[in-house]
């Protein structure tokens, strides 16, 4: 069995969009899903992993068992067109995985029966975030894994990175960028980390007169929130949307000032914001 292909760093989500992305693009891969289980196992039944030879979406759990399961698909895609197959598994009698249950796969090829199948899982946020340096990078970078949906919005088209992003997460160069929280629906998260303070400030205050915002967070000291507290009191937001502003954002406990760090510590502050969003 040959060994499969180092994935990415950032795997994106393998949901139902880049099921049809591919196969609207004529990708050969093969759909491998978490069927039956039994006892202690990695992920949850109907869980599913795209596999082509050069890429993998999503995961079953990693370690050896989605290593062997990548390796089976590539294997079969390398022969030709694959047909369907079926492998039960022993976690700890089989692969030596201290969760030690038991589950199946199921291999499928990506064809449109496959993509009618495909579960329309709801996201578990949709997000508006407007900055695109450092630290919005990062977190998109993150953000790719994650079953949501992402407006990242900006202003200077040169500083989105190159090349395509998730089908879950769209690119908008916009100006005037805070023109754009008006089309966002309603429940949005929001997430502010631009180049300017003046720019946070008009966009915190368009955001802030929505009286259906989901979550909102923005970048920056708590001199800044002062600031922004007592320009926004004076343009007449009301009080209690100021004070369900965070900022500082990220985490409590989450320290650091790195861009990785900082991402990290706000994705798990949108998380927890939405913790059953995806049972």
Do not use: N
Not at 48 to 54: E, F, P, T
Not at 130 to 153: D, F, K, N, S, T
Not at 169 to 175: G, M
Request: glycine share 10%.
């Amino acid at each position: 069995m040959t060994a499969p292909h180092p994935a990415p760093a950032a795997l994106p989500v393998a949901d139902a969009a880049l099921a049809a992305d591919w196969l609207g693009r004529g990708r050969p891969a093969v759909v491998v899903v978490v069927g039956e289980t039994r006892g202690s196992v990695p992920r949850e039944r109907g869980t599913r992993m795209l596999v082509a030879l050069d890429e993998v979406a999503g995961t079953i759990g990693g370690g050896h068992l989605e290593w062997q399961a990548i390796a089976q698909a590539r294997e079969r895609l390398a022969a030709g067109a694959p047909s369907a197959w079926d492998w039960p598994v022993a976690l700890g009698p089989s692969l030596g995985q201290c969760c030690g249950g038991a589950l199946t796969l199921h291999f499928r090829p990506l064809d449109a029966a496959a993509l009618a199948d495909w579960p329309l899982d709801a996201p578990r946020f949709h997000l508006q975030l407007y900055g695109a340096g450092h630290v919005g990078r990062a977190i998109i970078a993150l953000l790719a894994q994650i079953p949501c949906r992402v407006q990242w919005i900006d202003e200077r088209e040169a500083e989105f990175p190159p090349g395509p992003l998730p089908p879950h997460i769209e690119r908008v160069c916009v100006e005037p960028v805070e023109a754009e929280v008006a089309q966002a629906p309603p429940g949005s998260a929001y997430l502010v980390l631009t180049h300017s303070h003046d720019l946070d400030l008009a966009l915190t205050q368009a955001i802030l007169r929505r009286d259906d915002v989901g979550w909102f967070g923005l970048i920056g000291s708590a001199t800044k929130r002062a600031r922004f507290e007592h320009r926004l009191a004076e343009r007449g937001i009301p009080a209690e949307r100021i004070a369900a502003m965070h900022c500082p954002i990220g985490w409590p406990g989450i320290t650091g000032k790195e861009p990785g760090v900082i991402a990290v510590a706000v994705v798990a502050q949108l998380l927890a914001a939405w913790p059953h969003a995806a049972d």
